[in-house]
């Protein structure tokens, strides 16, 4: 939307614009609530890092983790700048939060093992290549959608053979955030002529990064407890303070 005060980092390069007045509270931050909204999303990733650290899970959700920060911190760049390269930034990290996705989900039946990940990773960087020299607004949204649409299938499978009931009220969370995002990113995107004339912007777009930190926390503490469910580490989920959801596993001790 149209600048506050003078911008640090030059005109907008960037192929999008979000519902938000840039430059309101800071020449070096263009959209200030779409850039800290992505704070709890670290905050989140971090918790389940170290969960995953603590507890000695697998080390592809360390990993996992990871790439949620990182695409935090991606996506932080790029709306507190609204350049190009930091735009790429963001998008090249979802591609490869999916293909991690698409791994972990896909793994455990897949017979020969070095050839998924190889596969995944050769995949990954030629699309980082070729992002950073084509623009493909229209084309990289259903890429995404395509590879979101690829985990569909495994996560329903994870749900029905998943009897425990703390465990399938987690996917049920993730299906609700997710929903809850997307309507909020859509408002936002479409109907952005209209909340301009509101009292109060309701800022859909940092609104839908908040949910998306959850739905990615819920997402992968799933995907920890199936796994070592697979793994016969007697899962269980527990809350920490009574509010936060994570997974504890009590591995087999070694004769």
């Known amino acids: ?28 931050v263009a959209e200030f609530y779409n850039t800290i909204s992505n704070i709890p999303c670290i ?3 971090l918790i389940g890092l170290l969960s995953s650290l603590i507890q000695r899970f697998e080390k592809r959700f360390s990993v ?12 932080m760049m790029y709306h507190a700048t609204l350049q ?6 963001d998008e090249t990290p979802m591609v490869w939060e999916m293909l991690l996705y698409i791994y972990i989900l896909y793994s455990p039946d897949w017979h020969y093992r070095s050839t998924m990940p190889t596969f995944l990773f050769l995949y990954g960087i030629s699309f980082a ?10 084309g990289f949204k259903a890429h995404y ?3 979101c649409l690829l985990c569909i299938p495994r996560v329903y499978k994870y749900y029905i053979y998943t009897q425990d009931k703390p465990a399938k009220r987690l996917a049920k969370f993730y299906l609700a955030t997710l929903f809850l995002g997307t309507l909020c990113w859509l408002v936002d995107r479409f109907c952005c002529n209209q909340i301009s004339n509101w009292p ?26 199936c796994r070592a469910q697979q793994r016969e580490w007697n899962p269980e989920i ?11 596993i009590q591995k087999p001790k070694i004769e």
């Open 1 to 28: 939307m149209a600048d506050g005060i003078s911008s640090f980092w030059g005109p907008v390069t960037s192929s999008h614009e979000w519902c938000e007045k840039n430059y309101v509270f800071s020449s070096y």
């Open 43 to 45: 905050l989140l990733a």
């Open 64 to 75: 996992l983790h990871l790439s949620n920060m990182a695409l935090s911190i991606g996506s």
């Open 84 to 89: 190009h390269v930091q735009q790429q930034s």
């Open 129 to 138: 290549v070729l992002h950073s020299v084509i623009r493909f607004d229209i």
């Open 145 to 147: 959608v395509m590879l």
């Open 200 to 225: 109060i912007n309701p800022q859909g777009h940092a609104l839908w990064h908040v949910l998306m930190g959850f739905n990615s926390y819920f997402a992968n503490t799933f995907l920890m407890f």
């Open 238 to 248: 527990v809350y920490f303070m009574g509010i936060l959801p994570y997974v504890r």
